[in-house]
């Protein structure tokens, strides 16, 4: 079973993305902030973390940051998932070590395919 | 008195002055030096044995004839003093160093006019010292009991070895530098202590004749006026003989200026500018005392001798005549005195003159160029004692020659009517910018030709020929051309109508051919630095335009050449200094070779210095226009430096001012870029939940569950909604933040405000068990836009009811009076707000960190907001800071 740690602090799009990905059969950790998410790493090694960057405390980029220089989530994949989409904020994602960058608003089906490909 | 004592007393009393002015010369930077009293001391060198000897000989044979001589000087005082002010600074700034540089340099520096001038001055000094010698012989004679000699050896004669005396005395002081333009502090000093002896002595002896001989000046009158001719001795001038008064007058006048001599003293001896304020009443003053008693002793000496008797020694034998041998030596001083101080300065004047701008431009260069450093001085310095010593001679031949015939005064005025030839090149030069060099001399030269024929050949072939018929009855025997009544002029006197003519004729060929004739450009240029000389002293060096070419290396030569090595380089250092230049230029510009010109000056005369410096520099035409528009550029450019200073301020203060404009507009816009992003972040949070929703909803393969149906409708129903708050809150803002949002200010009852604004919010709280108290009933009606503060006090509700715990909130809605003003109070009892929030909760898009496990409700601008309706009401809006429980939003209105 596949992990997936989806971190946003908009209740309404977890909401659809938690449903989505438990139905492609993901097992579904949620975080509202950054710091959450750490949390919810210190005990838990998903295979792919959905990552939006503006977020109250502890922002996507940190979040990211935090991940890399974890040992345990070397195989971790990283997902940007924000509504920065300028250039410039996609190129700084990707430099920061992100292995996708996807903008909002989104398709849900598409997400999925996404992440599903990165994984395979 | 015996021959040898009196020779004796005389070369002591050089030897005071010889001391005086060595004394001087040591501390030549003394305040007993340099003040305003030895300065017109100095001048007073004007009051020569002329003035000594031939006032009372010229008040006894014309009676007040004799004034105009010093009224001329005394009215022209005032004049003086300004002109002076002007003259001084031109021949300091190009380092002038007597009257034919200054008129040569005014007319472009011209070579031929400075030997002109210095011939005409000679032509005019060697009688005036013969006058001086003469003087001297005869009252040497008059004191040795011994009736005057001539045609004995000139060995045997006494006035020889005392012309010969005065010779070393001049050349010893005149020549101990070669810089000429450098000032010769000893001779000024002996000079003010011989002007103090000669008017001391003199009125001495005025009072010893008139009150000690007569019984004070009534007396003498009364017994004058009972002599036969009285009445022409005293009576004021007629109409004729006010012309003599007023032409005298006049040749006095240009005398004061233009004698070598006075030159010498008030100009190139000129110290400090400020001198001139006390010479301007104290030089009068002076000449005043020394004409006090001449009329008397004059009448005095007249009742005394008889016809024989000359009168111009009066002074000396009515002392003599009562057996006063001290009183008539120290008049005899005072004499003496007079007649050293001219004679010194005179000389040492015409010999810079002769050196400078007749012997060394006319010959000497070469050897100049050739020699080493050390003797170019040496040279120098024997010219001038050539010169010194050979006018002295000449002075005594003259006086050999012509002095038996001529009187005191006569020889003095024929020496004034040539060196007034000057003045029309001097006087208009120095305010008539087209005066130019051809004229100058044209004119000089006329005039020269006319005071010959009309003063000096009258006198000469007399004294040759022994007829008078050349007088009598003109060139040719043609009446109108008679030497003292030209064109039928008879009735003034030969001094006067000769300087009528020659003056007229000269200052008429002056104006004419400056007129008809364009000047050189070279000319022009210094004409303009002469006439304007206030805009282009300050110019400087910049003054000159020069084009052309020139290397430094070659100038120095010649500087070396003339100042040695260690002068030459420690002025070309301060020049490259003072132009901010690096040491090692190589191309010369017009200011080093204006810098170079000055500085040779100095040693052999404006002339030979602008002939040196031609002689390695190649220089180009330029077009007199051309000349005129880089000397009124450079003169706008100095006016117009102030200005642009000013200027150059207030851009400098713009600058910033625009720089400080720019950094805001920077910030503004940065500001403006996020709030967009802000925006853009905002709105795609709903619609991204909404696409989300209804992509999950519309898939009809997916069998979800009804809840999870209602709940993802819901979802979207709240995004819609809050879409459109987010909206309607962003048009808010910018309606207010760009000041199109006008308020509707009416007077409303605070109270009936207050409960609208708690009527609306009223079910949220209800829904969370929270209360909202107003326990204040009092009413009060203020101005303002009641939709626009129930706007703010909602936001302000729904903030704290927000922050405030279900069930135990409490919400106070209060208000008091302040000054001048309302303030509005909301008060809760929730989370409260950290106090590193307090400074940025007014911020839109500002959202507390505080609050991250609960999303706001809102769009992040209601306190922004908020803050923008009260301002626009004049009021204030605040959070209090340090309140331990809760929250305490505060906003004032003003009354009106």
Same mark, same amino acid.
């Given at each position: 079973?596949?992990?997936?740690?989806?971190?946003?602090?908009?209740?309404?799009?977890?909401?659809?993305?938690e449903? /989505?990905?438990?139905?492609?059969?993901?097992?579904?950790?949620?975080?509202?902030?950054?710091?959450? /998410?750490l949390?919810?790493?210190?005990?838990?090694?998903p295979?792919?973390v959905l990552?939006?960057?503006m977020m109250?405390?502890?922002?996507?980029?940190?979040?990211?940051?935090?991940?890399?220089?974890?040992?345990?989530?070397k195989?971790?994949k990283v997902?940007?998932?924000? /509504?920065?989409?300028k250039?410039?904020?996609?190129?700084?994602?990707?430099?920061?070590?992100?292995?996708?960058?996807?903008?909002?608003?989104?398709?849900?089906?598409?997400?999925?395919?996404?992440?599903?490909?990165?994984?395979? | 008195?015996?021959?040898?004592?009196?020779?004796?007393?005389?070369?002591?009393?050089?030897?005071?002055?010889?001391y005086?002015?060595?004394?001087?010369?040591?501390?030549?930077?003394?305040?007993?030096?340099?003040?305003?009293?030895?300065?017109?001391?100095?001048?007073?060198?004007?009051?020569?044995?002329?003035?000594?000897?031939?006032?009372?000989?010229?008040?006894?044979n014309?009676?007040?004839?004799?004034?105009?001589?010093?009224?001329?000087?005394a009215?022209?005082?005032?004049?003086?003093?300004?002109?002076?002010?002007?003259?001084?600074?031109?021949?300091?700034?190009?380092?002038?160093?007597?009257?034919?540089?200054?008129?040569?340099?005014?007319?472009?520096?011209?070579?031929?006019?400075?030997?002109?001038?210095?011939?005409?001055?000679?032509?005019?000094?060697?009688?005036?010292?013969?006058?001086?010698?003469?003087?001297?012989?005869e009252?040497?004679?008059i004191?040795?009991?011994?009736?005057?000699?001539?045609?004995?050896?000139?060995f045997?004669?006494s006035?020889?070895?005392?012309?010969?005396?005065?010779a070393?005395?001049?050349?010893?002081?005149?020549?101990?530098?070669t810089?000429?333009?450098?000032?010769?502090?000893?001779?000024?000093?002996?000079?003010?202590?011989?002007?103090?002896?000669k008017?001391?002595?003199?009125?001495?002896?005025?009072?010893?004749?008139?009150?000690?001989?007569?019984?004070?000046?009534?007396?003498?009158?009364e017994?004058?006026s009972?002599?036969?001719?009285?009445e022409?001795?005293?009576?004021?001038?007629?109409?004729?003989?006010?012309?003599?008064?007023?032409?005298?007058?006049?040749?006095?006048f240009?005398?004061?200026?233009?004698?070598?001599?006075?030159?010498?003293?008030?100009?190139i001896?000129?110290?400090?500018?400020?001198?001139?304020?006390?010479?301007?009443?104290?030089?009068?003053?002076?000449?005043?005392?020394?004409?006090?008693?001449?009329?008397?002793?004059?009448?005095?000496?007249?009742?005394t001798?008889?016809?024989?008797?000359?009168?111009?020694?009066?002074?000396?034998?009515?002392?003599?005549?009562?057996?006063?041998?001290?009183?008539? +030596?120290?008049?005899?001083?005072?004499?003496?005195?007079?007649?050293?101080?001219?004679?010194?300065?005179?000389?040492?004047?015409?010999?810079k003159?002769?050196?400078?701008?007749?012997?060394?431009?006319?010959?000497?260069l070469?050897?100049?160029?050739?020699?080493?450093?050390?003797?170019?001085?040496?040279?120098?310095?024997?010219?001038?004692?050539?010169?010194?010593?050979?006018?002295?001679?000449?002075?005594?031949?003259?006086?050999?020659?012509?002095?038996?015939?001529?009187?005191?005064?006569?020889?003095?005025?024929?020496?004034?009517?040539?060196?007034?030839?000057?003045?029309?090149?001097?006087?208009?030069?120095?305010?008539?910018?087209?005066?130019?060099?051809?004229?100058?001399?044209?004119?000089?030269?006329v005039?020269?030709?006319?005071?010959?024929?009309?003063l000096?050949?009258?006198?000469?072939?007399?004294?040759?020929?022994?007829?008078?018929?050349?007088?009598?009855?003109?060139?040719?025997?043609?009446?109108?051309?008679?030497?003292?009544?030209?064109?039928g002029?008879?009735?003034?006197?030969?001094?006067?109508?000769?300087?009528?003519?020659?003056?007229?004729?000269?200052?008429?060929?002056?104006?004419?051919?400056?007129?008809?004739?364009?000047?050189?450009?070279?000319?022009?240029?210094?004409?303009?630095?002469?006439?304007?000389?206030?805009?282009?002293?300050?110019?400087?060096?910049?003054?000159?335009?020069?084009?052309?070419?020139?290397?430094?290396?070659?100038?120095k030569?010649?500087?070396i050449?003339?100042l040695?090595?260690?002068?030459?380089?420690?002025?070309?250092?301060?020049?490259?200094?003072?132009y901010?230049?690096?040491?090692?230029?190589?191309?010369?510009?017009?200011?080093?070779?204006?810098?170079?010109?000055?500085?040779?000056?100095?040693?052999?005369?404006?002339?030979?210095?602008?002939?040196?410096?031609?002689?390695?520099?190649?220089?180009?035409?330029?077009?007199?226009?051309?000349?005129?528009?880089i000397?009124?550029?450079?003169?706008?450019?100095?006016?117009?430096?102030?200005?642009?200073?000013?200027?150059?301020?207030?851009?400098?203060?713009?600058?910033?001012?625009?720089?400080?404009?720019?950094?805001?507009?920077?910030?503004?816009?940065?500001?403006?870029?996020?709030? +967009?992003?802000?925006?853009?972040h905002?709105?795609?949070?709903?619609?991204?939940?909404?696409?989300?929703?209804?992509?999950?909803?519309?898939?009809?393969?997916d069998?979800?569950?009804?809840d999870?149906?209602?709940?993802?409708?819901?979802?979207?129903?709240?995004?819609?909604?809050?879409?459109?708050? +987010?909206?309607?809150?962003?048009?808010?803002?910018?309606?207010?933040?760009?000041?199109?949002?006008?308020?509707?200010?009416?007077?409303r009852?605070?109270?009936?405000?207050?409960?609208?604004?708690?009527?609306n919010?009223?079910?949220?709280?209800?829904?969370?068990?929270?209360?909202?108290?107003?326990?204040?009933?009092?009413?009060?009606?203020?101005?303002?836009?009641?939709?626009?503060?129930?706007?703010?006090?909602?936001?302000?509700?729904?903030?704290?009811?927000?922050?405030?715990?279900?069930?135990?909130?409490?919400?106070?809605?209060?208000?008091k009076?302040?000054?001048?003003?309302?303030?509005?109070?909301?008060?809760?009892?929730?989370?409260?707000?950290?106090?590193e929030?307090?400074?940025?909760?007014?911020?839109?898009?500002?959202?507390?960190?505080?609050?991250?496990?609960?999303?706001?409700?809102?769009?992040?601008?209601?306190?922004?907001?908020?803050?923008?309706?009260?301002?626009k009401?004049?009021?204030?809006?605040?959070?209090?800071?340090?309140?331990?429980?809760?929250?305490?939003?505060?906003?004032?209105?003003p009354?009106?």
């Amino acid at each position: 079973m596949k992990k997936i740690l989806i971190v946003d602090d908009e209740p309404n799009i977890v909401m659809t993305l938690e449903y /989505a990905f438990k139905k492609q059969d993901f097992e579904v950790f949620i975080a509202r902030d950054g710091s959450e /998410a750490l949390h919810i790493l210190q005990n838990n090694v998903p295979d792919v973390v959905l990552l939006d960057i503006m977020m109250p405390n502890v922002d996507g980029y940190q979040t990211l940051e935090h991940i890399k220089k974890s040992e345990l989530l070397k195989n971790t994949k990283v997902v940007f998932l924000t /509504a920065k989409n300028k250039v410039s904020d996609i190129e700084k994602g990707l430099k920061l070590g992100a292995d996708r960058y996807l903008t909002k608003p989104f398709s849900v089906k598409k997400i999925v395919s996404e992440i599903l490909g990165l994984l395979s | 008195m015996s021959n040898y004592g009196l020779l004796i007393i005389i070369i002591v009393y050089l030897a005071i002055l010889f001391y005086i002015a060595f004394i001087a010369e040591k501390n030549s930077k003394s305040k007993w030096v340099n003040n305003p009293y030895v300065y017109t001391l100095s001048l007073a060198v004007y009051c020569s044995a002329w003035t000594y000897y031939g006032s009372v000989g010229m008040a006894a044979n014309s009676g007040v004839g004799f004034l105009p001589i010093y009224l001329g000087p005394a009215i022209a005082i005032p004049l003086w003093i300004v002109l002076l002010r002007k003259i001084i600074r031109i021949s300091k700034q190009h380092k002038i160093s007597s009257i034919a540089d200054f008129i040569s340099l005014r007319y472009g520096n011209s070579r031929f006019l400075g030997a002109l001038i210095t011939i005409l001055c000679f032509t005019a000094m060697v009688p005036y010292i013969s006058l001086q010698l003469k003087a001297v012989a005869e009252t040497f004679g008059i004191m040795a009991n011994e009736p005057n000699k001539f045609g004995i050896s000139i060995f045997d004669d006494s006035t020889f070895y005392i012309a010969l005396i005065l010779a070393i005395f001049a050349t010893f002081f005149g020549t101990q530098a070669t810089d000429a333009s450098e000032k010769h502090k000893g001779i000024v000093a002996t000079v003010a202590f011989e002007s103090i002896l000669k008017l001391t002595f003199f009125l001495i002896i005025g009072a010893y004749v008139t009150y000690y001989l007569f019984d004070g000046t009534e007396d003498i009158y009364e017994q004058i006026s009972n002599t036969a001719n009285f009445e022409n001795l005293s009576k004021l001038p007629d109409l004729e003989s006010g012309f003599n008064w007023f032409f005298i007058m006049m040749l006095s006048f240009t005398a004061i200026f233009l004698l070598p001599r006075q030159f010498q003293v008030a100009v190139i001896e000129n110290s400090r500018e400020k001198h001139l304020k006390k010479a301007i009443w104290l030089f009068p003053l002076y000449l005043f005392l020394f004409n006090i008693f001449v009329i008397f002793i004059a009448w005095a000496g007249k009742l005394t001798f008889d016809e024989t008797v000359n009168a111009e020694y009066y002074t000396l034998l009515l002392p003599l005549n009562s057996d006063n041998t001290f009183l008539a +030596l120290l008049v005899f001083l005072g004499g003496f005195s007079a007649v050293i101080s001219m004679v010194v300065v005179s000389t040492l004047a015409l010999s810079k003159m002769i050196s400078n701008n007749l012997i060394i431009p006319y010959g000497f260069l070469d050897k100049f160029v050739k020699a080493k450093p050390e003797q170019n001085a040496s040279y120098i310095k024997n010219i001038r004692r050539i010169s010194i010593f050979t006018i002295i001679i000449l002075a005594y031949v003259f006086y050999i020659n012509f002095s038996i015939e001529l009187s005191l005064y006569s020889i003095g005025l024929i020496s004034f009517v040539i060196i007034a030839q000057l003045a029309p090149s001097f006087f208009i030069g120095l305010f008539w910018n087209r005066g130019s060099s051809l004229a100058s001399i044209t004119g000089i030269i006329v005039g020269l030709i006319l005071s010959t024929y009309t003063l000096i050949l009258p006198f000469t072939i007399e004294a040759f020929t022994g007829s008078s018929d050349f007088t009598d009855f003109g060139l040719f025997g043609i009446a109108i051309l008679k030497p003292y009544g030209l064109f039928g002029i008879d009735f003034l006197s030969p001094p006067a109508h000769a300087f009528f003519w020659s003056i007229l004729v000269n200052t008429f060929c002056y104006v004419v051919i400056s007129l008809a004739f364009r000047g050189h450009y070279r000319e022009r240029n210094y004409a303009e630095m002469f006439v304007d000389s206030k805009n282009f002293s300050s110019l400087q060096d910049s003054a000159l335009v020069w084009k052309g070419e020139a290397y430094v290396a070659d100038i120095k030569n010649v500087l070396i050449k003339l100042l040695g090595e260690a002068r030459s380089q420690h002025a070309l250092n301060l020049f490259f200094k003072k132009y901010d230049l690096p040491s090692d230029t190589q191309m010369a510009d017009a200011r080093l070779i204006n810098f170079s010109e000055k500085l040779l000056t100095g040693s052999i005369g404006s002339a030979s210095a602008k002939i040196l410096i031609a002689g390695v520099v190649k220089e180009q035409e330029i077009s007199l226009p051309e000349v005129l528009k880089i000397l009124e550029e450079s003169k706008d450019a100095i006016s117009s430096n102030k200005v642009l200073r000013e200027k150059s301020a207030e851009l400098t203060d713009l600058t910033s001012q625009l720089k400080h404009a720019n950094e805001e507009l920077i910030t503004k816009d940065k500001q403006k870029d996020e709030f +967009l992003d802000t925006i853009a972040h905002e709105l795609k949070t709903p619609i991204t939940g909404i696409r989300a929703a209804s992509e999950l909803l519309i898939d009809e393969d997916d069998d979800m569950s009804t809840d999870t149906r209602q709940t993802f409708l819901k979802n979207i129903m709240g995004d819609s909604d809050r879409l459109s708050r +987010l909206i309607n809150d962003i048009l808010d803002f910018e309606k207010l933040s760009t000041g199109r949002q006008q308020l509707n200010l009416k007077k409303r009852n605070i109270q009936r405000t207050f409960k609208k604004a708690i009527g609306n919010i009223q079910h949220i709280a209800a829904s969370k068990e929270i209360k909202i108290v107003n326990n204040n009933s009092f009413n009060f009606e203020l101005p303002y836009d009641e939709d626009r503060i129930l706007q703010v006090l909602t936001n302000l509700l729904s903030n704290s009811i927000k922050f405030c715990e279900q069930k135990k909130g409490v919400i106070i809605l209060d208000y008091k009076l302040g000054n001048n003003c309302v303030e509005i109070y909301v008060k809760d009892n929730g989370r409260g707000i950290p106090d590193e929030d307090i400074n940025y909760i007014f911020d839109k898009f500002y959202q507390s960190e505080n609050q991250n496990t609960i999303k706001p409700q809102g769009s992040g601008l209601g306190l922004a907001i908020s803050k923008q309706i009260i301002e626009k009401h004049k009021g204030k809006i605040w959070v209090e800071k340090g309140t331990k429980v809760g929250s305490t939003f505060g906003f004032k209105l003003p009354f009106s």
